[in-house]
Nanobody, 122 residues
Framework: QVQLVESGGGLVQTGGSLRLSCAAS????????MGWFRQAPGKERDLVAK????????DYADSVKGRFAISRDNAKNTVYLQMNSLKPEDTAVYYC???????????????WGQGTQVTVSS
């Protein structure tokens, strides 16, 4: 059974920081690109950041560049999303995702986590 379990979400004020974690099990972690998506009510689920198996390639959405940082620890089968300078528009459910394809990393990923709520108050 493949599981991606997110943690670290919560309520934070504008300008604050949170670090999300995603613990993976049941898959060969080193074989997968990992990423974070987010979805706000009434909006599409959008890619926030993704990272290749050896951390050699990293992409960010324009809206989070300079504020968010994705990283992974293959020894712990865990991927992280450090979120700084948070804004109300960052409010969303954040989902961890895993996919063998870098270029095709999109909504149709191989595996999804259950999501964790991030709320940024003004």
């Amino acid at each position: 059974q493949v599981q991606l379990v997110e943690s670290g979400g919560g309520l934070v004020q504008t300008g604050g920081s949170l670090r999300l974690s995603c613990a993976a099990s049941g898959l060969t972690f080193r074989a997968y690109n990992m990423g974070w998506f987010r979805q706000a009510p009434g909006k599409e689920r959008d890619l926030v950041a993704k990272i290749s198996p050896n951390s050699g390639r990293i992409d960010y959405a324009d809206s989070v560049k300079g504020r968010f940082a994705i990283s992974r620890d293959n020894a712990k089968n865990t991927v992280y999303l450090q979120m700084n300078s948070l804004k109300p528009e960052d409010t969303a459910v954040y989902y961890c995702a895993a996919d063998r394809s870098w270029s095709m990393f999109r909504a149709n990923v191989d595996y999804w986590g259950q999501g964790t709520q991030v709320t940024v108050s003004s």
